[in-house]
């Protein structure tokens, strides 16, 4: 057990919809990281949040958006979801901006039919 | 562009047999990851390298990092089941805004 948690573990929704997914970062992590697991693309980063302001941002779409709030939990807020979308979300946590370690969740398992 | 590039991407082994996966990244970086991931499972960190001539061991598993070659290995030494599954390596630019990518990954089967 990593100390991250996710919420939730499975999503099944449609296209067009939004939906929202939770993460936790281990206690006294300052950084999250958001990542997306598909079989088309691999792993890909998509953001950074270090102690509530924005870090770092890789391949993510601008239907996507992401905070961290002030307890550090972290939100990714997906909307107008395509098939494509299908994929495991990965959050991580570090204790620094720069990870010198980072810490995965379980990871949530989102289905857009 | 940023890339990362692992090979090979399925290796099928013997146990007892020793063997390498590679990671080859396009530009300077700053730090070099190693991830296991177990099928249906999230990914577990197993190295970081900071330096160039950095070597880390744990177990059957050791990994280097050559900076001027751009080049990271990990090796296997005398390959036993329970190191069946996907290895990922990844790597952080510093100086292209933190970007971390990650090689495509090594599905390894360590046959009995």
């Known amino acids: 057990d990593s100390g991250v948690t996710q919420t939730p573990k499975h999503l099944i929704t449609a296209t067009g919809q939004r939906v929202t997914l939770r993460c936790s970062p281990r206690?006294?992590?300052?950084?999250v990281y958001w990542y997306q697991q598909s079989l088309d693309q691999g792993l890909q980063f998509l953001i950074q949040?270090?102690?509530?302001?924005?870090?770092a941002k890789g391949n993510i779409l601008e239907r996507f958006s992401a905070q961290q709030f002030p307890d550090l939990h972290s939100e990714l807020n997906l909307s107008s979801l395509e098939l494509g979308d299908s994929a495991l979300y990965f959050c991580?946590?570090?204790?620094?901006?720069?990870?010198?370690?980072?810490?995965f969740g379980p990871g949530t398992r989102l289905t857009v039919t | 562009e940023l890339k990362v590039e692992q090979n090979p991407l399925f290796l099928s082994m013997q146990e007892g047999k020793n063997y390498t996966i590679y990671c080859n990244y396009s530009?300077?970086?700053?730090?070099l990851y190693w991830y296991r991931q177990d099928p249906g499972k999230s990914l577990e960190s197993l190295f970081v390298?900071?330096?160039?001539?950095a070597v880390k061991q744990e177990g059957r598993l050791m990994a280097s990092l050559d900076t001027k070659a751009r080049l990271s290995t990990l090796h296997i030494t005398a390959a036993v089941h329970d190191l069946s599954a996907t290895y990922f390596c990844?790597?952080?630019?510093?100086?292209?805004?933190?970007?971390?990518?990650f090689g495509k990954g090594t599905r390894l089967h360590i046959l009995p």
């Open positions: 990844a790597a952080i630019f510093m100086n292209r805004d933190d970007k971390i990518i």
């Open positions: 530009t300077t970086s700053d730090r």
């Open positions: 390298l900071l330096s160039n001539g």
């Open positions: 206690s006294g992590d300052l950084s």
């Open positions: 949040y270090y102690n509530g302001e924005e870090r």
């Open positions: 991580a946590s570090s204790p620094q901006g720069v990870p010198y370690e980072q810490y």
